[in-house]
């Protein structure tokens, strides 16, 4: 099985935008978990409870973490014209503080398949924007901000297994939509920056994803205001599919120059084919 390609992953942003002029919805029919970061529910001085958007999620809960209204990655939800107001930030700086915000484990989080994208951006060297694990082989865990690392866990054959990519980007002051997604089937993972491709790997296929049953999501542990304005996640998303670009929270490309993207591409492969074939 040959692995995914930058050139691949454009082909199939291109041709997919081209026959969706609708484009997708932020909440699809295999989304399993969708934080906006829109709500506080916990009215106590030092506490956050951020709703799930599907009705069968738990809440994403903080006693360290606060709705941020001046640091947005975009004003408005990608792909829809809902607004976006705030984002989560930790209340503290230093230390054992960050965000330290979870969502306890709920039945349709137990998948073989996954997406997990959200935009993020720290200047800390020591921090996980992202953890879903007991700390054994199981789960996904997104790490270091400095040389960003994933790390997820299978099954092959019985045989847990886990597998990693690192040096995906190096986090700065600046926002970036991150997005991991793992086809069972394939065996194939992807990881995405601002919706461009940076890494796969293809491992066994039908090695469905380990997610120990009662696992609680984590997000942003220590991650905290290294300086002001510093340190903020928003827009986490879980799907329990292998989502294509198309799909992801970030902003579409014009409809022209999509077209025009499209049939140069069209117009590669067709040669590539011709080529391959004489």
Known sequence: MTPPTRQRGALCLALGLLVSSLGPTTARAA???????????????????????????????????????SNLPTTTVPLTTAPNNFSVA?????????????????????????????????????ATPFRWTTGGLDGVVITDPNSLEVTWAVDVAGTPT??????????????????????????IAEFWVDGTLVSSFDGPDNAGLRIASGTPIELGVLMDYSSAGQGTIDEVRIDGTALGPVAFLVPEPGTASLLGTGLVLLALRRRSLRTSTD
Not at 113 to 120: K, L
Not at 162 to 187: C, I, K, P, Q, R
């Open 90 to 126: 930790s209340r503290f700086q230093g230390g054992a503080n960050g965000i330290n915000a979870s969502a306890a484990w709920y039945a349709e989080l137990s998948v073989t398949s996954i997406s997990i994208e959200f935009w993020a951006r720290t200047t800390e060297s020591v």
């Open 31 to 69: 989304t399993i978990g969708y934080w906006r970061m829109e709500i506080d529910n916990d009215p106590s001085a030092n506490g956050l409870s951020v709703p799930n958007e599907m009705i069968f999620g738990t809440a994403l809960t903080s006693s360290e973490a606060e709705l941020d209204g």
């Open 162 to 187: 886990a597998f990693s990519m690192s040096a995906l980007d190096n986090m700065d002051a600046n926002w970036s939509h991150y997005a991991f997604v793992y086809d069972e089937v394939t065996g």
